[in-house]
């Protein structure tokens, strides 16, 4: 090989390495400028709290006031997720992830249990409450339709109202009523719980 030939190698070697790493010096410099909790173009920065009224530790009970289990709730991911840990009195466990589809700017919950029973929601928050509508699908592949409505109460609760339907909608059965209190400390559920 030539000095000349080694020389100009050499020359498109560096002039490579130093495209290479401006790109990765531009597209780092472009990830530490992005705002990491700014809201997607067309979502309100309001939407992303309207659901922060269920953001707590809780005690849940039923009508009679019987303990269905407990639940941890928390904001992740700057804001943009909202997460709960459920524990029932029986020992079940699930957990929901919950965020705003900034394609559709409406709120989705997607449900996981630990039996492998899986929840989707889609919907908002209307007439003071949020209300989802979406599939169940247990384990075995069955499929209902299902609803739920969050409501917050004035004395700092949340109602959590869980309809299903087995039949495309013709009618509704409750599978979920409970009610969120929130717990200055609690070391596990007790009691009787139905479902969830």
Request: proline share 5%; net charge negative.
């Amino acid at each position: 090989m030539t000095n000349h030939s080694h020389h100009v190698r050499r020359e498109l070697h560096i002039a490579g390495l130093t495209a290479v790493f401006g790109l990765v010096s531009c597209a780092a410099h472009n990830e530490m400028s992005a705002p990491s909790s700014a809201a997607p173009a067309g979502v309100s920065p309001e939407t992303y709290r309207q659901f922060d009224f269920w953001v707590g530790d809780w005690v849940v009970t039923d009508a009679i006031g019987r303990t269905m289990g407990a639940s941890h709730v928390e904001r992740a991911e700057n804001g943009f997720a909202i997460i709960e840990y459920w524990t029932s009195a029986r020992g079940g466990t699930g957990r929901s992830i919950n965020y705003v589809d900034p394609a559709e700017g409406r709120w989705k919950q997607n449900w996981v249990s630990g039996r492998g029973n899986v929840v989707s929601y889609s919907g908002g928050f209307d007439d003071g409450a949020m209300r989802f509508q979406g599939r169940s699908t247990v384990a075995d592949g069955t499929t209902e339709l299902a609803r739920a409505v969050f409501t917050p109460g004035p004395d700092g609760t949340v109602h959590q109202f869980i309809e299903h339907s087995s039949d495309a909608g013709a009618t509704w059965y409750v599978y979920f009523d409970g009610t969120y209190r929130k717990r200055p400390s609690f070391d596990g559920p007790t009691g009787e719980n139905p479902q969830r």
